[in-house]
């Protein structure tokens, strides 16, 4: 018998739902194990369902990687001490009324998409839930919408990222609006060519439209609390 790894099988059934076939060599190798499962049903009732909420964030990690936010506040009762000992970058701004904050991309952001500081995330961290989650949560769209959701928004926030590297700014380590804003200071305040002023064109349509789809599926209302300031207000 195969020995089938339960989150690539995961994988595979939510193509499948969303495509209706299973492709590629894990998948051709395995499907005839897979397919009377598939027929009963009995992934969407067991595994699948019960992880689709974890899977969901683990494929997307958009609000911990610089694309939807600048940074995370700190509140009361987040042991800032603490969260310093763990790696993370802590901040104290000189606005009149201080700001205890650490920049993103999260320092605790690892390759997979988890935090190695997950047991002890700050309060927003906690409590925040993108939009495309509650969604999916609540049963208004399907964990596979959710996910065709999140890989077209990674689309784009690669796309920004593509051309602000061809405007010379490389720092992967600070979020898509701080880069940005200082791009657009940079191109503003000094001389360019027509190239790269076509290829600033392009990144203010692309981050444009990235807020739109942001602000429409991501972001949670006004009156809701989220961690930190938007990479819209670039």
Not at 79 to 89: D, E, I, R, V, Y
Not at 162 to 175: A, I, N, P, Y
């Amino acid at each position: 018998m195969l020995n089938i790894d339960p989150v690539r099988l995961a994988d595979l059934f939510l193509l499948q739902s969303s495509r209706g076939d299973i492709g590629g060599e894990y998948g051709e190798r395995v499907w005839p194990e897979v397919k009377p499962w598939l027929a009963l049903g009995a992934l969407a009732v067991g595994w699948c369902v019960v992880n689709s909420s974890e899977k969901l964030c683990l494929a997307c990690g958009l609000c911990c990687d610089g694309t939807l936010f600048d940074n995370v506040r700190l509140v009361r009762g987040d042991n800032t001490k603490q969260l310093k000992q763990l790696g993370l970058p802590v901040e104290v701004s000189r606005a009149q009324k201080p700001i205890t904050f650490f920049r993103q991309t999260c320092a605790a952001l690892c390759a997979d998409r988890t935090c190695r500081v997950y047991a002890d995330r700050p309060a927003q961290c906690r409590s925040f839930e993108c939009g495309v989650f509650k969604d999916a949560q609540g049963g208004r769209i399907t964990f596979a919408s959710a996910l065709r959701l999140v890989k077209q928004a990674r689309r784009k926030a690669e796309s920004i990222r593509q051309l602000l590297r061809k405007l010379g700014d490389t720092d992967e380590h600070r979020s898509l609006g701080e880069r940005f804003r200082r791009t657009q200071r940079r191109l503003e305040s000094g001389s360019h060519d027509e190239n790269a002023a076509a290829c600033f064109a392009e990144l203010g349509l692309a981050v444009h439209q990235f807020n739109l789809m942001a602000h429409e599926k991501f972001y949670t209302k006004v009156d809701e609390p989220t961690p930190a300031s938007s990479a819209s207000r670039a």
